[in-house]
């Protein structure tokens, strides 16, 4: 499986804009970039996913480079609420496994 | 109800006892999953399940047993456990795996078990 690397921990001010990285230079072809997000005390919650193309939605946007080598996950104003473990995510499957992922402070 | 739900959320049980985790799933969706996260330690994938079939088992102790008697229920039946299973078990579903890497997949809150 295509493994995936990211920063142990991140630290952002409320309110300004959260660029958490991810590289995965063995991505294949057939692999979606997915992230999950895991809140204290909760299961990982799915924020977004792309395969190619830049993607938005409501919480998020994926930017994703044009080699697919890495991406990024851009959080446009973080609040408290957006404190969490955010995994990167390779699919081309039924499994999708995680690893450590970024642990994210946000700061008022 | 909406969403994924599990039952119980906090579970002590002595090495011993024999246990039922429930998950229900109220999305409509015809792929279920067990994970295990243990303290510092990754997510892992226990077993999946489509349309009441189980497709995946990697390489479980046999001490956890699935069932899936429907494509909205699932259930981990836990006998004879190690301390070294305590950890946070979880849940989770998907509308179909024909999607490969496309799904998503929705999450239960988790059942924090301890074995004493």
């Known amino acids: 499986d295509a493994k995936t690397t990211q920063p142990n921990s991140m630290e952002s001010n409320e309110e300004e804009p959260v660029h958490l990285p991810c590289n995965h230079s063995?991505?294949?072809?057939?692999?979606?970039i997915h992230w999950y997000r895991q809140l204290p005390s909760q299961g990982p919650e799915y924020v977004i996913h792309?395969?190619?193309s830049n993607v938005n939605n409501r919480m998020a946007s994926l930017a994703i480079a044009e080699d697919r080598k890495s991406s990024t996950l851009i959080l446009h104003r973080a609040t408290l609420r957006d404190a969490a473990v955010y995994y990167c995510i390779l699919r081309d499957s039924i499994n999708m496994r995680f690893g450590a992922g970024t642990r994210l402070t946000v700061k008022p | 109800e909406t969403g994924v739900t599990q039952t119980p959320r906090h579970l002590v049980m002595g090495m011993t006892n024999k246990k039922s985790l429930k998950c229900e799933q109220h999305l409509g969706h015809n792929a279920m999953y067990w994970y295990k996260q243990s303290a510092k330690k990754p997510l892992e994938l226990m077993f999946v399940?489509?349309?009441?079939?189980?497709?995946e088992n990697n390489s479980v102790p046999s001490r956890f047993s699935p069932e899936c008697p429907n494509s909205s229920h699932l259930f981990l039946h836990l006998h004879t456990l190690q301390p070294e299973d305590s950890a946070l078990y979880l849940c989770a579903s998907s509308q179909t795996l024909g999607l490969a890497g496309r799904d998503t997949q929705y999450f239960g809150p988790g059942t924090r078990l301890t074995v004493l």
């Open positions: 063995t991505i294949s072809g057939t692999d979606y």
């Open positions: 399940y489509s349309l009441e079939e189980r497709v």
């Open positions: 792309g395969l190619t």
